[in-house]
C-alpha cells in the first residue's frame, strides 16, 4: 500500500527556518510529481510547493515564493524547506504526490497524502 510519511516539523520562533521531509513507500513515484500542501486551524488546504518527477521544475506559491526551496533526492523522496518562518505559516503540513502538472493547486487533484506533520511558528 503507497504511504507518504512526513517528519521534521516542530515549534519555532519567527525568522528561523525549518526543513520538512517526505518519505514514500509501498510503489514507485518515479513518474508522480510531489508537492506539499498546509492547513491552519479553521482554513482550507492551501497550497504551498510542488516539483516535477525529474525533479527539475518547481513550482510555489506566493506565501511562500522567495522563502522556500522544494527539493526531491530520488523517486520516493523530498524535503521542503521554508525561511524566514512567519506566525502565520503555522499549519500542519502535508506532503502529496500525484501524475499532475506541478502547478496543481487544487488540493483534489492530488491523489496520495500524508498525514500531516505540525509547524508552530512563535511570535
Known amino acids: 500500500q503507497a504511504r507518504l510519511v512526513e517528519s521534521g516539523g516542530g515549534l519555532v520562533q519567527a525568522g528561523a527556518s525549518l526543513r520538512l521531509s517526505c518519505a514514500a513507500s509501498g510503489r514507485s513515484f518515479v513518474s508522480y510529481a510531489m508537492g506539499w500542501f498546509r492547513q491552519a486551524p479553521g482554513k482550507e488546504r492551501e497550497f504551498v510547493a510542488s516539483i516535477n518527477w525529474k525533479g527539475e521544475d518547481r513550482y510555489y506559491s506566493r506565501s511562500v515564493n522567495g522563502r522556500a526551496t522544494i527539493s526531491r533526492e530520488s523517486a520516493n523522496m523530498g524535503t521542503l524547506q521554508i525561511y524566514s518562518l512567519k506566525p502565520e505559516d503555522t499549519a500542519i503540513y502535508y506532503c502529496?504526490?500525484?501524475?499532475?502538472?506541478?502547478?496543481?493547486?487544487?488540493?483534489?487533484?492530488?491523489?496520495?497524502w500524508g498525514q500531516g506533520t505540525q509547524v508552530t511558528v512563535s511570535a
Open positions: 502529496v504526490a500525484g501524475e499532475v502538472f506541478i502547478a496543481t493547486i487544487d488540493p483534489h487533484e492530488w491523489e496520495y
